[in-house]
């Protein structure tokens, strides 16, 4: 796996950027780090902890503030979950897996197990064909 940044300069740059960009979520939230095998995993959870579950998954070169036009309608009615898939610019694991291999469903499989959300909805943008 490679990392996605050519740079420490460049790596750091984009994540003192997507924080500016945080500190204007449009609803309260908490800030998760979800460890798995290929890395930690940012999550941000908002919405009442009660109810229904969503998972949101960003698109290819993005992160997880694709969502902030949306989320505030979602944590209405969901106990959102906005996740920052690895091997893209955010605050998740740098390194990138091929997508040609099981290493992502993998990585969602542990993510999902680390924050339980029992039975829920997903939501996602397209990473690439394949």
């Known amino acids: ?3 996605i940044y050519r740079s420490a300069d460049g790596e750091r740059a984009v994540k003192e950027r997507y924080q ?13 780090r979800v460890p ?3 890395g930690e995993t940012f999550v941000i959870a908002c919405g009442q902890p009660d109810a229904p579950p969503l998972v949101l998954l960003h698109g ?3 992160n997880s503030v694709s969502w ?5 309608t979602w944590a209405h009615r969901y106990r959102v979950f906005a ?5 893209h610019p955010g605050l998740s694991a740098p390194t990138r897996p091929p997508y ?4 992502y469903a ?10 339980r959300p029992g039975r829920f909805s997903i939501v996602g943008i397209s990473l690439r064909a394949i």
């Open 100 to 103: 040609e291999s099981d290493a």
């Open 20 to 32: 500016q960009f945080l500190s204007y979520w449009p609803v309260p939230n908490e800030q998760l």
């Open 106 to 115: 993998q990585w969602l499989d542990e993510v999902l197990k680390a924050l």
């Open 36 to 38: 798995t095998t290929s």
């Open 68 to 72: 902030m036009g949306d989320v505030a």
């Open 83 to 87: 996740v920052d898939i690895i091997g």
């Open 60 to 62: 290819a070169g993005f």
């Open 1 to 3: 796996m490679n990392s």
